[in-house]
């Protein structure tokens, strides 16, 4: 009886233990399947329970694996904060568990998405589209949720509202675009401009025309043609040597006659001229004696010689023969052959030179006159030219105009004025005066007086021109000198509502150089406007700018509304860099610039430190408050260790050039430049260079 007596009061308890579970309730009413919570902020999450006196929150990316979020948390609120981590990664599948503490009674939420903020990854890039092709302008985006809009020159493109904006090239197509992209988390982002220039088929304006040459002769061809890029001369249909638009046949002979055409190409497509016919006649045209018209011997001082050439040139096709060459006229007696003189033969196509002397004892200017008598069909005559002066008699020299072309209200231009000293003696340039009107428009810049200018030298005076109010101006500059003044007729227009505009790309970059080795580069401006606009300078800004060059001398340049200039940009690193510079080019109606960027390498192969690199990882990434690079060297190296922003400046050296030696390395960047100012959010390349070559990694900083 008293077993049966303890059994009851088992079973009372179970059922009492079951009942009192049975009471213990959990239900999540947020986050829901709906839920989009953004990484870096405070979302609530709530819930109702019975029975649970404390509970324990935790969350998951995937449903498998939970992360304590917060415990011992009074059951009765029904809600907490959740501070959401920033370098949460996003995703859809997270997951909030919440439980009592002993775990006896447990519910999940159903799957939920955590956002990054909106943050644009891949920048749009600016091309080139052929009439009548299609083309397209791409964004990527980290977010979620994302919203597009496509806009062309800051106006809202209708229905351009997806991450990729195809269009069609044509006249309406030329400008510049940008991408406003909105998302579930943080500020809507505004892209990078891309440029969208329209390029065409080549267009002939002008086609060879026939020639007619004697055998032995020369020939020559010659194209105009817009937008062209390469060229290839035909005969007959089949390719010979030529790829520029002239084509100069020499020593023609019967076999070369026939019709010529020329094929220009560019990307966009192909166009061929018509044919030109070259005639060759075969006779026999006897020997032609050819002599320059003039042969000038300058200036020289009293008692005094000077020697000159004289080419004789036979472009028959028989033999020249020479019996006597003479000099007459009144100052014969101060020119005499020294050597080459008659007789002499000259076979087909050659040359022979003769050797003059010009010399005399009295100031003055003298002439003459070099005769020929030979075989040749036509007589020929070369008239002889020389000054004698004293040692005092420098001679001023300058052009008679100077036209600065158009610049805008409140801007200046600059055009370069070239003083030459034709005489035997130095000369002193005392001043540079403006008279006129609108002298008060000219200056001179850069130049101090009184300077030298030795005899058949030159010196360059930077004469500038702008103004306040539109208009037609005029002005006489005025060169005062030692040996006698001259005068230069200026003239220039201001403009109010110039309408020119220079395009160009915002980015060039070189990628890897190999050290003390140069690369060349081409960069194009295009006027798009109604006007010329004249380009005054090209100049280098930037740490790096002793590193990029143009190829040749630029001087002022106008270019006509519609039509494009290229510039040849040389990179020459000297050593292991990552380098950057702005390209500034100034016009009359403005600055435009390109960010230049290059890598200075050793060797073009990345092979070998990435080879050498056992294991490497940059974490956090996307990173707010600081990343590290972890890596494993499985040999001796001499590295550094660099982060640059997307246009290539280098913005913080985390470890400067330096042996590394066998083994586990971990470096951290505390999101800092080297100025110790926080870096903005965006897309940064971490830099591991040395020896063994140069590899990257990418890296989002997010706020």
């Known amino acids: 009886m008293r077993f049966f007596t303890k059994l009851y009061v088992f079973i009372g308890l179970m059922v009492s233990a079951s009942l009192q579970l049975l009471s213990q309730t959990i239900t999540i009413t947020a986050p829901t399947s709906a839920s989009t919570?953004?990484?870096?902020?405070?979302?609530?999450?709530?819930?109702?329970?019975?029975?649970?006196?404390?509970?324990?929150?935790?969350?998951?990316?995937?449903?498998?694996?939970?992360?304590?979020?917060?415990?011992?948390?009074?059951?009765?609120?029904?809600t907490y904060t959740y501070s959401i981590p920033s370098n949460l990664p996003q995703g859809s599948q997270y997951r909030i568990r919440i439980s009592?503490?002993?775990?006896?009674?447990?519910?999940?939420?159903?799957?939920?998405t955590i956002a990054v903020p909106t943050q644009i990854t891949m920048q749009p890039s600016s091309q080139?589209?052929?009439?009548?092709?299609?083309?397209?302008?791409?964004v990527e985006v980290l977010g979620s949720n994302l919203t597009y809009q496509w806009s062309k020159n800051g106006v809202a493109i209708s229905g351009a509202t997806s991450s990729t904006y195809n269009f069609t090239g044509t006249l309406s197509v030329e400008g510049t675009y940008t991408v406003l992209v909105s998302g579930a988390c943080g500020t809507p982002q505004t892209s990078s401009a891309a440029t969208v220039t329209l390029s065409r088929t080549p267009q002939i304006t002008?086609?060879?025309?026939?020639?007619?040459?004697?055998?032995?002769?020369?020939?020559?061809?010659?194209?105009?043609?817009?937008?062209?890029?390469?060229?290839?001369?035909r005969k007959g249909g089949v390719d010979i040597i030529g790829n520029s638009p002239t084509l100069t046949l020499t020593n023609v002979q019967p076999s070369d006659a026939?019709?010529?055409?020329?094929?220009?190409?560019?990307?966009c497509g192909s166009v061929t001229s018509n044919p030109a016919l070259l005639t060759v006649n075969s006779g026999n045209i006897g020997a032609v004696l050819i002599v320059p018209a003039t042969l000038d011997f300058g200036i020289i001082q009293p008692n005094t010689t000077t020697e000159k050439t004289l080419e004789v040139r036979n472009t028959g096709d028989i033999p020249l023969t020479v019996s006597e060459v003479n000099i007459t006229g009144n100052n014969a007696q101060s020119f005499l052959i020294l050597q080459g003189g008659a007789p002499f033969e000259v076979a087909p196509n050659s040359t022979h030179n003769i050797t003059i002397r010009f010399f005399g004892n009295t100031?003055?200017?003298?002439?003459?006159?070099?005769?020929?008598?030979?075989?040749?069909?036509?007589?020929?005559?070369?008239?002889?030219?020389?000054?004698?002066?004293?040692?005092?008699?420098?001679?001023?020299?300058?052009?008679?105009?100077?036209?600065?072309?158009?610049?805008?209200?409140?801007?200046?231009?600059?055009?370069?004025?070239t003083l030459s000293n034709t005489g035997n003696a130095a000369l002193t340039v005392t001043g540079i005066s403006f008279g006129g009107a609108n002298s008060t428009n000219f200056s001179v810049t850069g130049s101090t007086f009184p300077f030298t200018i030795a005899s058949g030298a030159t010196q360059a005076v930077t004469i500038r021109f702008g103004g306040t109010q539109a208009g037609t101006y005029s002005s006489t500059a005025l060169i005062v000198s030692n040996v006698g003044n001259a005068t230069v007729n200026l003239s220039g227009i201001i403009s109010a509502t110039g309408n020119s505009k220079l395009t160009i790309a915002s980015a060039v970059d070189f990628g890897q150089t190999i050290i003390n080795t140069t690369k060349t580069l081409p960069v194009t401006i295009t006027n798009t406007g109604t006007s010329a606009v004249m380009v005054n300078s090209v100049s280098f800004e930037g740490p790096n700018s002793p590193l990029f060059r143009l190829s040749s001398p630029f001087s002022a340049t106008s270019i006509a509304a519609g039509q494009s200039m290229t510039f040849n940009v040389e990179f020459n690193p000297t050593n292991v860099v990552t380098a950057s510079a702005i390209m500034r080019i100034a016009a009359a109606d403005g600055v435009v610039t390109t960010n230049?960027?290059?890598?200075?390498?050793?060797?073009?192969?990345?092979?070998?430190?990435?080879?050498l690199i056992n294991t490497i990882s940059l974490t956090p990434n996307p990173a707010k408050d600081y990343t590290s690079l972890s890596m494993t060297l499985q040999r001796n190296t001499n590295a550094g260790i660099q982060v640059a922003d997307m246009t290539g400046r280098i913005i913080?050296?985390?470890?400067?050039?330096?042996?590394?030696?066998?083994?586990?390395?971990?470096?951290?960047?505390?999101?800092?430049?080297?100025?110790?100012?926080?870096?903005?959010?965006?897309i940064y390349r971490l830099i591991i260079h040395g020896a063994d070559g140069i590899m990257t990694l990418p890296l989002v900083v997010i706020e």
Request: charged content about 10%.
């Open 596 to 611: 230049l960027t290059g890598l200075g390498v050793v060797s073009l192969s990345i092979n070998t430190l990435e080879a």
């Open 652 to 682: 913080r050296t985390i470890k400067p050039m330096s042996m590394l030696e066998q083994g586990n390395y971990t470096f951290t960047w505390n999101i800092m430049n080297d100025a110790g100012e926080r870096s903005a959010s965006g």
């Open 100 to 112: 009592d503490n002993n775990s006896s009674v447990s519910t999940v939420s159903d799957a939920f």
């Open 37 to 78: 919570w953004c990484a870096g902020s405070s979302s609530n999450i709530t819930w109702t329970s019975s029975g649970v006196s404390v509970v324990r929150i935790e969350g998951s990316p995937d449903g498998n694996t939970f992360i304590p979020i917060a415990l011992n948390v009074d059951a009765s609120a029904g």
């Open 206 to 233: 002008s086609h060879p025309q026939a020639v007619t040459v004697n055998k032995g002769g020369s020939a020559t061809f010659t194209v105009t043609a817009e937008f062209g890029s390469t060229y290839q001369w």
């Open 363 to 417: 100031n003055g200017n003298y002439t003459a006159n070099v005769n020929f008598i030979s075989n040749a069909n036509f007589p020929s005559t070369v008239a002889l030219t020389g000054k004698i002066g004293t040692a005092t008699s420098g001679i001023l020299s300058v052009t008679s105009t100077l036209d600065f072309g158009t610049v805008m209200i409140g801007t200046n231009t600059e055009r370069t004025l």
């Open 258 to 267: 026939g019709n010529y055409d020329v094929r220009i190409t560019n990307s």
């Open 128 to 138: 080139t589209v052929c009439a009548g092709q299609s083309g397209s302008l791409n």
